[in-house]
């Protein structure tokens, strides 16, 4: 909601399906336990809030560029059949 927290920053957002993408250029590694519980709070939140959440490596945009493509197609042609998302507001970076 306007004036509440902040929920942590994304790569794109397409609002009307509440399909998000992260770029994981520095992804925390789970043998950090800290880095690794805010990466995991930020995409617990913003789940819990109804967002999908996909993230994508640049090595696999890379390497998989069609594969990648089709598991952000997949999220935003599903978003129909998921309850409405909270209402974020969405700042650009």
């Known amino acids: 909601l ?3 927290p ?6 794109a957002y397409w609002p009307d399906q509440a399909v998000a ?3 994981d250029t520095r992804a925390p590694r789970q043998d950090d336990d800290e880095l690794w ?3 995991a709070r ?3 939140h913003l789940e819990r809030l ?4 996909v993230h ?4 696999k945009l890379r390497e998989a560029r069609e594969q990648q493509a089709a598991v952000v197609r997949t999220a935003l042609m599903a978003a129909p059949d998921r309850h409405p998302a909270a209402y974020v507001v969405v ?3």
């Open 6 to 11: 902040h929920l942590g920053g994304v790569d």
């Open 2 to 4: 306007p004036g509440g």
């Open 50 to 53: 109804g967002i999908t959440v």
């Open 37 to 39: 519980s805010e990466h």
């Open 91 to 93: 700042l650009p970076r």
């Open 21 to 23: 993408v992260e770029l």
């Open 42 to 44: 930020k995409r617990e």
């Open 56 to 59: 994508l490596t640049p090595r």
